[in-house]
């Protein structure tokens, strides 16, 4: 197993600043065949680095809506049900939480009406407060700076360095940063698959009803 290097971290911005780019010209550009830009494409994949490739659509330029930064604090317990309503919600192209467990989201409102959108969106129990900022515009440029991408541990958490080990559990590949790390994950794995496949068969071996 290895950290992600130079090269990994070259491809991951070039695909960030263009996901068409042809491996051809990556390759001109970090000095390696476009077969081998390929392959190192796909094990970002598998470690879950890379996700996916997707479409980035300036919305302002299909639909109408006033661009707001939205500042909510949840009520007591109820970050997680805010957070997946403003996932769900249309209107929102980004989502943040705070380290305070306060929400920002950044949506494109109809007509700026952002008490009315909140209502329709979420439970108003669920909000504490809220406050909103008004954008005249705005730009993003990530960048994957050289401890962005460091890989975490499956089992600890901890930072995946060049002694750790890589395996395919459950038909994902997984991290570890030991050999014993591994080995817990996947015994702890093989006793949850077990029982769950225990007890599928117990269900299916049920008289079924008169």
């Not at 929400?103 to 129990?125: F, K, N, Q």
Request: a negative charge; hydrophobic letters at 35%; one cysteine or more.
């Amino acid at each position: 197993m290895r950290d992600l290097d130079e090269t990994d971290l070259e491809i991951l911005q070039a695909l960030m600043d263009d996901a068409r780019r042809p491996w051809a010209e990556i390759a001109e550009t970090v000095d390696l065949s476009p077969p081998a830009v390929s392959d190192r494409v796909d094990r970002l994949q598998e470690l879950g680095v890379l996700r996916r490739f997707t479409l980035d659509l300036d919305r302002s330029k299909l639909r109408d809506g006033v661009p707001v930064l939205v500042t909510v604090e949840p009520a007591r317990g109820a970050v997680d049900d805010l957070r997946a309503s403003f996932r769900a919600a249309d209107a929102v192209e980004h989502l943040f939480t705070t380290a305070e467990q306060d929400l920002i989201c950044y949506a494109r409102i109809h007509e700026g009406d952002v008490p009315r959108w909140l209502s329709r969106t979420v439970d108003d129990e669920s909000v504490d407060d809220y406050g909103v900022t008004l954008l005249t515009e705005g730009e993003w440029t990530p960048t994957v700076g050289g401890t962005g991408f460091a890989l975490t541990c499956a089992e600890c958490g901890n930072r995946v360095t060049s002694e750790g080990t890589t395996a395919r559990i459950g038909g994902e590949i997984r991290q570890f940063c030991c050999p014993s790390c591994e080995g817990r994950f996947e015994a702890r794995y093989e006793r949850l698959d077990e029982a769950a496949s225990a007890e599928r068969g117990t269900d299916a071996g049920d008289d079924p009803p008169d």
